[in-house]
């Protein structure tokens, strides 16, 4: 018995040996310091925050009604899981298994789950409702054989703001929401010359309020190709120097102006009957929508690069580049989809320009020019 073990012992200390000779290492030990899930009826998300670099983590492993994380080396921290968002639908459970930490989390065997990095020390973890996704259909490349629906038949244009929702009112008194729906106007006439054959669907074409969610539901019903959200940028106090046009596309915002003029334009629920489907739209949850809409992320971006140089070559407003924040007009797009902050209210040149009949024409007529130009590259790109 006692030389049995012995054996064992020299198996052991051989094995150890070797490990060391071949370089073979534990992974480095972290320390969890922070888990936090929040959820809706779409999907959940926890993100797992690491003291250090989070270095090892394992494929999510399904087993019956959830979903298993393993992070080898990992400590979790006395308190680390916020128990204050879980809820029946968002059930976590965290224990050591030798020297990794095993975390379930529960969810449905038809749900889809994604873990991946954010950051050096953050993991986040998304699982989404399988009605939630985004169709198959949407992705092109994932359809060779049926490009013909690819075509860019339908376009939406959206004129931001609109009834009792005014919008930004210019230092010239003018309002956010007539020029908003002037420009997108004048687009709808400039494409119907220069692309008679797509149909351009408005989601106001009077000066109506309505709902930032039923924007790109109306997009969404009408088959849309490309959704572009029109608005006027705006500062706190005017009159105000910022000045010039940006074009954004939806991700969470990387600095403080883009998360400002998100949370400006986001202000616009304040207006609607229900608040509650934008409860919980949280940092991570803006983080999901991004997910959803990874199939034209690209087609969003190069779209949005060709917005801003048309309209700052072709007219007075300065170039502010394109940005990203996190903007609830843009979340429930199936299309690749942008939003253009044309130029401010709240300084004198940039207001004196939207309010002009020039102005408005010449903003339109760029933007046409540059859905024009991201049509043609985009049906090349499917003859490719
Ligand atoms: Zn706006």
């Known amino acids: ?50 003291a250090s670099t989070l270095t090892a983590f394992q494929r999510p492993e399904r087993i019956p009604g959830g979903v298993v ?16 968002a879980l809820t029946p639908a968002v059930r976590l459970e965290a224990k050591r298994v030798r020297d990794i930490l095993v975390l379930t989390l529960r969810c449905a065997p038809t749900d889809s789950v994604v873990l991946r990095r954010d950051g050096q ?5 998304v699982i989404q409702r399988r009605a939630q996704q985004v169709p198959e259909d949407i ?3 994932q359809h060779p054989a049926g490009r ?29 929401k007539d020029v908003t729906l002037a420009i997108a106007k004048l ?41 572009l959200s029109i608005h006027c940028n705006s500062m706190p106090t005017k009159p105000h120097p910022a000045h010039g046009c940006e074009t954004y596309i939806l991700r969470p915002g990387r600095n ?26 949280t940092e991570d949850q803006i983080i999901v929508a991004t997910m959803a809409q990874r199939s034209f992320v690209r087609l969003s971006e190069s779209f949005a690069a060709s917005i801003q140089q048309e309209v700052t070559d072709r007219t007075p407003l300065a170039d502010r ?18 939003l253009i902050e044309t130029g401010f209210l709240s300084n004198r040149s940039d207001a004196e320009y939207l309010a002009s009949s020039k102005g408005q024409t010449a903003i339109a007529s760029s933007i046409a020019t540059a859905i024009q130009s991201y049509a043609t590259s985009y049906q090349r790109s499917l003859s490719h």
């Open 1 to 50: 018995m006692i030389k049995h073990f012995e054996g064992g012992m020299r198996v052991l200390l051989a094995a150890a040996t070797l490990c060391m000779l071949l370089g073979m290492q534990q992974p480095p030990t972290t320390t969890i310091t922070r888990i936090r899930a929040s959820g809706n009826d779409d999907s959940t998300v926890v993100r797992i925050r690491a």
């Open 187 to 227: 687009v709808r006439a400039r494409l119907r010359e220069i692309m008679p054959n797509t149909n351009v669907v408005m989601t106001r074409d009077n000066d109506t309020f309505l709902e930032l969610y039923r924007r790109t539901q109306i997009a969404n019903e009408a088959g849309g190709k490309l959704f």
């Open 139 to 141: 992705a092109p490349r």
């Open 121 to 125: 020390r953050d993991l986040l973890c």
């Open 148 to 176: 013909g629906k690819w075509s860019l038949d339908v376009i939406v244009i959206d004129a931001g703001h609109g009834g009792k929702d005014v919008g930004a009112e210019g230092v010239n008194g003018v309002y956010e």
């Open 69 to 84: 994380l393993r992070l080898p080396g990992a400590l979790l921290e006395d308190g680390a899981i916020d128990s204050t």
């Open 256 to 281: 403080d102006d883009a998360a400002r003029v998100a949370s400006r334009e986001n202000a616009s629920v304040k207006f609607e009957q229900s608040q509650r489907r934008y409860e919980g739209m």
């Open 321 to 338: 580049g394109v940005s990203q924040a996190g903007f609830f007009v843009l979340v429930g797009a199936s299309m690749p989809n942008v």
